[in-house]
């Protein structure tokens, strides 16, 4: 059964630090490229970052320089390492394994989300 599994959420003040792990299953990293997304409260759910099979990232504009996405494909995880927070990024956090990111419909497999909340 595919699953992917998000953890690491929490509430923490701005400038700070979180990093959020997605579990996933050894197909899924075999075949997807992972990536995150997020959404806030009455927005549409945003791309973050993405990573391939082969360690190639992409970031939205606004994260660049302060989050960071890998993955370790010995423990089938991808992280999100957020760093400088800020109350703008408060919102649920997904998981997405994907072979394409071009499209918020594009098929694929998404985690059950872990929320962020950023105190300014």
């Known amino acids: 059964q595919v699953q992917l599994v998000e953890s690491g959420g929490g509430l923490v003040q701005a400038g700070g630090s979180l990093r959020l792990s997605c579990a996933a299953s050894s197909i899924i990293f075999r075949i997807y490229d992972m990536g995150w997304y997020r959404q806030a409260p009455g927005k549409q759910r945003e791309l973050v970052a993405t990573i391939t099979r082969v360690g190639s990232t992409n970031y939205a504009d606004s994260v660049k320089g302060r989050f960071t996405i890998s993955r370790d494909n010995a423990k089938n995880t991808v992280y999100l390492q957020m760093n400088s927070l800020k109350p703008e990024d408060t919102a649920v956090y997904y998981c997405?394994?994907?072979?394409?990111?071009?499209?918020?419909?594009?098929?694929?497999?998404w985690g059950q989300g872990t929320q962020v909340t950023v105190s300014s």
């Open positions: 997405k394994a994907a072979q394409e990111f071009r499209s918020l419909q594009a098929a694929g497999f």
